[in-house]
């Protein structure tokens, strides 16, 4: 028996790959080429090329097609032969290692970053609703794109009930949607990271508190202080982030990036309430931060002397342009930087199951083993029109794929059609679509 105040763990399910299903369940483009080499095979017998000629050469058509419906990790075999065939490419062209510096071949002899943000600038905002606060943004000019980073301090699971648990939660799916109700917004990334705590915050504010007249004599001072030098030692600190990215839907946007922040800065006051309802506490990164936060990516050993530097009035005095590695190399599993590696690795599948709000914890908490780690949760929201037309394909692809097939339909194809069904009750009581990913990065 319930009561009225029993506090319950919701379960969240719903998510599936979107997929096209035509014969036995395979994707219209595998279906296509198997009708071509069946017409084809039928031809040959009907024109008098013989049945041995005709089988042989259905043998050896369908054995060049089988990749398109062979799948591994997500990916059929002729996508992992087009990644490697990329990844050659790459190589061949010196791509994989890149050096910057006074000696290097980047303009100005600068550290920019490598990739598609070589080409990115920061610029600043104010926002409006917070008193006029600073903040950064980086600007992509090829892609008209541009993203805010929000800092955030999340509750945790400390002296907070379920119901306020599950409050929360839903608030942050409020979000999501409150994303795709534009068409400018092209994704938003959750990082949680950790990394190791040098104790500089904490030596600082004992600092400012311990005072030679202090009651009690030296005795406190001493305490306090050898306190700050030993607690830090050998612990983790976590950070979270929101990035959230915009597109310039504008011609007067897409000219004037001072257009563009001008909106965003309009619109920020919606966002950071709705994170502030999830009990998320966000906080603008002001553009210095956001420089250190990608230099200590790059460089985890610059951590402490951008920490000492920011604790200065003085600053760290490092500009975007400086924000990138001294150098770098791209393997096939590693990426090697300023004198570490590191690995990442993609969720290939969602969970089959209904799951609880703490099914990630295990993954974001934080480990003493793997100091370095950086989980990002990559959130790319539909707009309300492109959702219902995604849900009302994906349900007629599901049932196509389950009638398709001879006799009595398979679980997984029942299975299919209920989640589309229940995605388009859904989708037609206003909860939004979003497309996500995880990557698990360890340094």
């Not at 099914?359 to 100091?371: E, I, K, Q, S």
Request: glycine content about 10%; aromatic content about 8%.
């Amino acid at each position: 028996m319930t009561g009225p105040h029993t506090q319950y763990r919701v379960l969240y399910s719903g998510w599936s790959i979107p997929r096209s299903s035509f014969l036995f369940g395979m994707s219209t483009r595998a279906s296509v080429w198997f009708l071509v080499i069946a017409i084809a095979f039928i031809a040959l017998i009907m024109f008098g090329f013989g049945v041995g000629f005709a089988v042989t050469f259905a043998a050896i058509a369908y054995l060049l097609w089988s990749p398109m419906v062979l799948r591994f990790a997500g990916r059929s075999l002729y996508e992992w032969s087009g990644l490697a065939r990329q990844w050659r490419r790459h190589t061949r062209k010196g791509e994989d290692m890149y050096l910057s510096g006074l000696f290097s071949r980047v303009p100005n002899g600068t550290n920019r970053l490598p990739g598609l943000l070589h080409g990115s600038e920061l610029h600043e905002g104010w926002d409006q609703h917070r008193s006029g606060h600073k903040y950064g943004v980086v600007h992509l000019p090829a892609t008209k794109q541009s993203t805010v980073v929000i800092e955030c301090f999340p509750q945790g699971n400390e002296a907070i009930d379920q119901e306020s648990v599950n409050v929360s939660v839903f608030n942050w799916g409020t979000f999501l949607n409150y994303l795709g109700d534009t068409s400018d917004v092209d994704g938003a990334t959750v990082v949680i990271e950790t990394g190791p705590e040098t104790g500089n915050r904490l030596r600082r504010e004992v600092a400012e508190l311990v005072r030679p007249s202090m009651p009690g004599g030296p005795l406190p001072t001493a305490m306090m202080t050898e306190s700050a030098e030993i607690l830090p030692y050998g612990s983790v600190r976590m950070w979270a982030r929101v990035a959230i990215t915009f597109k310039a839907t504008s011609a007067a946007r897409r000219d004037d990036v001072g257009e563009q922040i001008a909106e965003i800065s309009r619109r920020l006051g919606g966002l950071l309430t709705v994170l502030d309802e999830a009990n998320l506490n966000p906080r603008m990164l002001g553009s210095d931060e956001i420089v250190a936060l990608t230099k200590r990516a790059y460089s985890p050993s610059t951590l402490n002397s951008l920490e000492l530097a920011d604790i200065d009035e003085g600053g760290h005095d490092l500009g975007w342009e400086d924000a990138g590695p001294m150098a770098h190399r791209d393997k096939r599993s590693t990426y090697w930087h300023d004198g570490c590696f590191s690995t990442t690795w993609e969720m290939s599948l969602a969970p089959s199951q209904p799951v609880p709000e703490t099914v990630l914890r295990p993954v974001v908490d934080v480990n003493g083993d793997l100091v370095r780690k950086r989980v990002a949760i990559v959130y790319r929201p539909h707009s309300p029109s492109d959702a219902a037309n995604l849900v009302n394909k994906d349900y007629k692809n599901a049932l196509s794929g389950r009638n398709s097939g001879k006799g009595v339909a398979s679980v997984e194809a029942d299975l299919r059609v209920e989640a589309t069904e229940q995605q388009r009750q859904e989708q037609g009581r206003g909860h939004g679509l979003t497309r996500f990913g995880i990557m698990i990065t360890i340094t």
